[in-house]
């Protein structure tokens, strides 16, 4: 037998057998089937390299499901359509809400993270880059993605565990005294006591707003701190600073109808949360990165909402491929 | 060290204790390396000590399956350590992975390479015949089970492993 011919037929092996050692019904004389297959020489080799190709697969998870999924809902549409981007206003518009009561409170604090109980159940839901998406759970709680977020969820009998992986989500859980309903996120520990509440990821920087209930954050192994309606949570990446602010929740909501809200933030915040929904990161160079900006953007691609506040502040956008840099004028 | 054991999970581990040469035999001629194998068994049983079994189907089974994704995580980890410029990372500056600090910005031959591996990959499941791509999708992108995959489509499970089948032969193909 020819070396083409062969290593392709222990591909197709390969593949059988993996293809059935991942369903729920293999049993264990498949596994020692398997193992009497695997000594014979050239065939780990094949089963390896199936396994290398899935390794990647996994690590362009998002970016394949973006690519591949239709409006960010759980229907796919095959064959795949080009992605419209239908929100390209040429007018952005400012909404300046008034009435709030910024009271900054900086809290150092110091505890345990809890140990994670098992996890029996668990599934993955991201939103592509262009759709925010809802995803009911099997308690009835409901979480809304905002664009280009992830969530990996696990519930069991102890826990409703929800770890938010990248991105933007809000929070709407049912009340079940039995069984706690955790969000992590990086270092941070989210439980929920009461019913809604935003959780916002900009790289190590966590911010959570809650809109009704009360919840209870640790971060890293800082003891927790209880946040409730009208509160805004932020755990900064330097250090272990936890900065509590009195907010009008609904901004930090804003997003689910198409708007993200700014009071008085710098050009370098609005830049970072900008970069929390995208893969291309936008920056502002130190000269610019100080300017305030309060208003709200409707949201869109990182492009397409610079391009509105280039209406607003002194500055000019370079995009490159990875990257938009934020400059002066 | 010992792991906390619930009540429910001791019948999974008395399934473990039974098969652990088993085990550690399988994964042996799996990674071709004895000190791996052991240390994969190890892992199993940590694993093991937190798992509610009512969920596992066929015990025994479900143990290798364990045992084989702690085997690919470890594979993972370690290539990670060794790929300092950044080739197995993922390229999107803007991903966030749990507990790792931030990731360093990797070269743009890392960004190109990553590119390229992407589009190859976008092509292999796109010339996928049309119910074997939203098999693997499901599967490998959404994370259903052949169960839930084949409800959701009308098919038999069977018919959902044949498509997987045919899927990851694609796959593999697609690598030299």
């Known amino acids: 037998m020819t070396g083409a011919k062969d290593k392709e037929d222990r591909l197709e092996a390969a593949a059988g057998w993996l293809a059935r050692l991942q369903s729920d019904d293999s049993t264990e004389a498949d596994w020692q089937a398997f193992e009497e297959w695997l000594a014979e020489p050239g065939n780990r080799d094949a089963v390896n390299s199936i396994e290398a190709s899935l390794a990647d697969v996994d690590n362009y998870k998002t970016e394949l499901h973006d690519q591949l999924a239709g409006m960010g809902g759980e229907v796919l549409e095959f064959p795949q359509r080009p992605v419209k981007r239908n929100r390209a206003r040429a007018s952005p518009w400012i909404v300046l809400v008034g009435g709030l009561a910024a009271a900054a409170a900086a809290l150092v604090i110091l505890v345990r993270m809890p140990p994670p109980p098992a996890a029996v159940s668990e599934s993955v839901y991201s939103a592509s880059a262009t759709e925010t998406r809802q995803v009911k759970l099997a308690d009835n709680s409901s979480i809304w993605l905002n664009r280009g977020s992830a969530i990996k969820v696990q519930f069991s009998d102890l826990e409703r565990r929800v770890i938010l992986e990248k991105g933007e989500a809000s929070f709407t859980v049912t009340h079940d005294a039995a069984r706690p309903f955790v969000v992590k996120s990086g270092d941070a520990v989210i439980t929920d006591i009461g019913t809604e509440f935003n959780v916002l990821r900009s790289g190590a920087d966590i911010s959570v707003t809650v809109r009704s209930g009360m919840i209870s954050l640790a971060f890293g192994a800082n003891a927790p701190v209880t946040a409730e309606a009208g509160q805004q949570v932020q755990f900064g990446s330097k250090g272990s600073e936890i900065t509590l602010t009195q907010v009008n929740p609904d901004d930090a909501f804003a997003w689910q109808k198409g708007r993200l809200v700014f009071h008085d933030a710098s050009l370098a915040e609005v830049a970072k949360r900008l970069s929390a929904y995208s893969k291309i990161t936008v920056k502002a160079e130190p000269q610019v990165e100080e300017l305030r900006f309060s208003g709200a953007l409707m949201l869109g691609s990182a492009e397409e909402m610079v391009s509105q506040l280039q209406a607003f502040l002194p500055i000019r956008a370079e995009t490159g491929k990875e990257e938009i840099v934020l400059k002066g004028r | ?176």
């Open chain 2, 1 to 176: 060290m010992t792991a906390e054991a619930s009540p429910a999970s001791s019948s999974l581990l008395a399934i473990y204790v039974a098969k652990r040469s088993d085990l550690v035999r399988f994964f042996t001629t799996r990674t071709a390396s004895a000190a791996e194998a052991e240390d994969i068994v190890q892992e199993i049983y940590l694993k093991l000590a937190r798992v509610e079994p009512e969920t596992v189907g066929n015990p025994t089974a479900y143990i290798y399956r364990l045992g084989t994704n702690v085997m690919l995580d470890r594979a993972r980890s370690r290539r990670r350590a060794t790929a300092r410029d950044g080739e197995y990372l993922n390229t999107s500056t803007t991903t966030i992975t749990g507990i790792e600090p931030e990731a360093e910005t990797p070269s743009p031959e890392a960004v190109m390479e990553g590119r390229q591996k992407l589009a190859s990959l976008l092509r292999a499941v796109r010339e996928l015949p049309a119910q074997c791509q939203r098999v693997f999708v499901m599967h490998k992108l959404q994370d259903k089970s052949y169960g839930e995959i084949a409800a959701e489509l009308g098919i038999s499970k069977s018919a959902v492993e044949k498509h997987m089948m045919t899927a990851l032969k694609r796959l593999g193909d697609h690598r030299p």
